[in-house]
Every structure is written in C-alpha cells, then in structure tokens.
C-alpha cells in the first residue's frame, strides 16, 4: 500500500479534492457578493428598472435632460414633460380554464416591458411554450393560476433571476397574500 503508485494516487486525489473545494468556495463567496451587491443597489435606488428611466423630454424642445434637471438643458425652460394621449389598456385574456397536457409546466411570466407599454401585456402564462392567458393586473393573475387545470406545479420568477419551480397552491397563496408576490421592481408593488 505505500508503494510509489499509492502515493501518486493520493496526491492527484488531494490536488483534485483542493481544487473543487477552492472552486466551491469563490463560488459561494462570489454568489455572497453579488447578492449583497443587488441589496445594496437597491436599497439606494441605483439599480433603475426599465419603465422608471429617470430622463425626461422637454417640451418645448424635445431635447432629452438629466432626471436631476429642474430646467432644460437645451432651451432653459422650465421642466414640462410632454403630454400623452391615453391609451387604452390592453384587456385581460383569461380563459375558462387552462389544461396542462402531462409532461408540461406551466410558467407565469412578469413582463417589465408593460411597465411603459399599455398595449403590452404585464402578467403572462405559459404552457408549452405557447401564451394561453394573458392580465394586466395581480388579481388577473391570481385569476389565471386559479384556472390552471391538471397541474401542481408552476414555473415563477420570485427574484428576477431565474425561474423556479413552485407547487401551484404556494404560488397562488402568494398572489393572495397583501404583499407584492414578487421581488422586483413594478409599479404595482406601490399601488
């Protein structure tokens, strides 16, 4: 056992054990940072969502100015942003029901993109690939994962970072509950 092959393997399977456990550790130490990193960049307001941009147009110019900007930078006119005509929002799609054929998982999506676009849908849902319901409000997406037939499992993206797997009654028990059920930015966690 102490010959010189013994030795040979135990030193390749030291130096193999090191470097996994080194590469376990920076990767808990780099996951550590940038999770703290986002709560600190939230917590001072500089992580800016997409529908929040902060610049704003002039409208007597139609020059674009810093969000700090009380006057335009281009004509010196006081701020006044330009008007819009309002638009009308897009209306819910919720089917009677939404049957999950076997081997598939249903997804609902938070869409950022609504956040500034009216006509685009805010809460979408999933199956196979294909959207089979559509909401512009949380309740319209409670609504949605109430109608979800033949499934008790749900892919949802709690954090922004990825969708997770999610028994179908936890996620509707989220939608119901007062707080915004997830943990991104949308103006109607405020509202």
């Known amino acids: 056992m102490d010959g010189p092959f013994d030795r040979f ?5 030291m130096y193999a054990g090191g470097i996994v456990i ?8 780099a996951g550590l940072i940038a999770s703290s990193r986002r709560r600190v960049d939230r917590a001072r307001g ?3 969502p997409e529908w929040a941009p902060g610049i704003w147009m002039c409208a007597h110019c139609r020059s674009s100015n810093h969000p700090s900007a009380t006057v335009c930078g281009s004509c010196r006119q006081p701020r006044a942003d330009l ?6 929002p897009r209306p819910d799609w919720i089917p ?4 999950v054929p076997p081997g598939s998982i249903p997804a609902l999506i938070h869409a950022p993109a609504a956040h500034g676009d009216e006509e685009a849908a805010h809460w979408l849902v999933k199956v ?9 409000r949380r309740a319209g997406a409670l609504e949605l994962l109430r109608r979800i037939e033949d499934g008790d499992t749900i ?8 969708a ?17 059920p997830l943990d991104v930015p949308c103006p109607e966690r405020t509202a």
């Open 22 to 29: 080194g590469a376990l550790l920076l990767a808990a130490t």
């Open 128 to 136: 196979g690939g294909g959207v089979v319901g559509t909401a512009q």
């Open 164 to 180: 997770a797997m999610y028994r179908l009654a936890d996620a509707i028990t989220r939608f119901e509950a007062p707080r915004f």
């Open 9 to 13: 393997a135990l030193t390749i399977v």
């Open 96 to 99: 009677a029901a939404i049957v």
């Open 155 to 162: 892919l949802l993206d709690v954090r922004g970072d990825g």
């Open 83 to 88: 008007p819009r005509e309002p638009v009308e």
């Open 46 to 48: 500089s992580e800016r």
